[in-house]
């Protein structure tokens, strides 16, 4: 499959330790990771018309990533 945008590692690429770290400490953090990384595939997939939605669905999605997007920072920023 083709590179994937948004992906955790570029949007927080000086925190990679920290959400690896997290990520195995902190089973909230971890599944909070792998929500972003399922709704981000399946934006992407939208996106890329291998799976198109309706234009609604797919705008939802994106707020939903930007959610997660947020309560990830946040939750990097208190540790």
């Known amino acids: 499959m083709s590179h994937v945008p948004h992906e955790l590692a570029e949007e927080f690429p000086t925190q990679q ?9 902190d089973a909230a953090f971890a599944a ?9 595939q399946r934006v992407h997939l939208a996106e890329t018309y291998e799976q198109p939605l ?3 669905a797919e705008h939802q ?6 959610f997660l997007k947020d ?3 946040r939750r990097l920023a208190q540790a």
């Open 32 to 40: 909070l990771a792998g929500e972003y990384a399922e709704i981000n």
């Open 61 to 66: 999605l994106r707020k939903k990533r930007v």
């Open 17 to 25: 330790d920290l959400i690896g770290r997290l990520a195995a400490e």
């Open 54 to 56: 309706e234009e609604l």
């Open 71 to 73: 309560e990830i920072n």
